[in-house]
């Protein structure tokens, strides 16, 4: 059975760092995306990052580009979200995703291309 855990969110000030941890088990090899995505409230779901295999490039949301980074270790079955320059607006809940059979780019950011999901972790950026 897959889980995804994530961790390491909290409460930061503007223009600090933090980094989000997601630890997966159970079928990890076969995940071909990991992906961070985040939902404010009063607001719909939206991809952060997907890191993909293969070589791929990663896809970041344009208002996280040059801030946020994404970096896996599969020894580990990990995937962190390295988290900079945060700004109020960045407040959400960060969810970790991982789809197993490999989709086309423009489907990549969609929710709904997902297999698996974390239960997410609250990251609030606020004076």
């Known amino acids: 059975q897959v889980q995804l855990v994530e961790s390491g969110g909290g409460l930061v000030q503007p223009g600090g760092s933090l980094t989000l941890s997601c630890a997966a088990s159970g079928r990890t090899g076969s995940f071909y995306h990991m992906a961070w995505f985040r939902q404010a409230p009063g607001k719909e779901r939206e991809a952060v990052a997907v890191?993909?295999?293969?070589?791929?490039?990663?896809i970041y949301a344009d208002s996280v580009k040059g801030r946020f980074t994404v970096s896996n270790d599969n020894a580990k079955n990990t995937v962190a979200l390295q988290m900079n320059s945060l700004k109020p607006e960045d407040t959400a809940v960060y969810y970790c995703?991982?789809?197993?059979?490999?989709?086309?780019?423009?489907?990549?950011?969609?929710?709904?291309?997902?297999?698996?999901w974390g239960q997410g972790t609250q990251v609030t950026v606020s004076p």
């Open positions: 890191h993909s295999k293969g070589g791929e490039n990663t």
């Open positions: 995703a991982a789809r197993v059979g490999r989709i086309v780019l423009s489907a990549r950011r969609s929710p709904s291309s997902y297999d698996y």
